[in-house]
């Protein structure tokens, strides 16, 4: 399935004249076909190569060290 895609950026320009990049949001009824992909598989079955109950770390992240932190967001 091949689609001819055109990437525009949006941008903005603030009072002081700095353009900006703006990522607009929008809601998954309005991606073109989205609703015709179906269920491909069963969910996922590993992350970073782990499986079964995982705990990912900065380390998985690539941040360990750089002083970044990641809260915990969920379980999945």
Known sequence: M???VEIKKVMETD???VQRQVFPETHVSAILGLDKTGAV???VTSIN???GDITLTA???G???TGITIDKVGTV
């Open 2 to 4: 091949t689609h001819e």
């Open 15 to 17: 009072k002081s004249g």
């Open 41 to 43: 598989g069963t969910g």
């Open 49 to 51: 190569g782990k499986t």
């Open 59 to 61: 380390k998985d992240f």
């Open 63 to 65: 941040v360990q060290g």
